[in-house]
Nanobody, 119 residues
Framework: VQMLESGGGSVQPGGSLRLSCVTS????????MAWFRQAPGKERERVAT??????TSYADSVKGRFTISRDNTNTMYLEMNNLRPEDTAMYYC???????????????WGFGTQVTVSS
């Protein structure tokens, strides 16, 4: 089982990035997919979720700036616009066999991709 993130990098405030997460080797139906992030010295934060029926949810801190999406191959994306220095973190993708409203912990995790927002 593998989840592999890509698309991280360094941008100036106000810039944009698009993260991708490719899954492979998962032999069960994935319902919930999600993006998490963790900054140094801070707790992990759930950024956005998307269910199999494409229902989405967002942390208040990213609403209106980030957009989560997925396709029918369980590849997931996070479009991030108007980035702020406080968005700097390691971003992780995750997946679970249960719907997002039920999943308490995620079954599968990627290794992360770094996003740095700085002038």
């Amino acid at each position: 089982v593998q989840m592999l993130e890509s698309g991280g990098g360094s941008v100036q405030p106000g810039g944009s990035l698009r993260l991708s997460c490719v899954t492979s080797g998962i032999n069960y139906a994935i319902h919930c997919m999600a993006w998490f992030r963790q900054a140094p010295g801070k707790e992990r934060e759930r950024v956005a979720t998307i269910d199999k029926d494409l229902t989405t949810s967002y942390a208040d801190s990213v609403k209106g700036r980030f957009t989560i999406s997925r396709d029918n191959t369980n590849t997931m994306y996070l479009e991030m616009n108007n980035l702020r220095p406080e968005d700097t973190a390691m971003y992780y993708c995750a997946a679970d066999r249960w719907p997002c409203g039920i999943a308490s912990t995620m079954d599968e995790w990627g290794f992360g991709t770094q996003v740095t927002v700085s002038s």
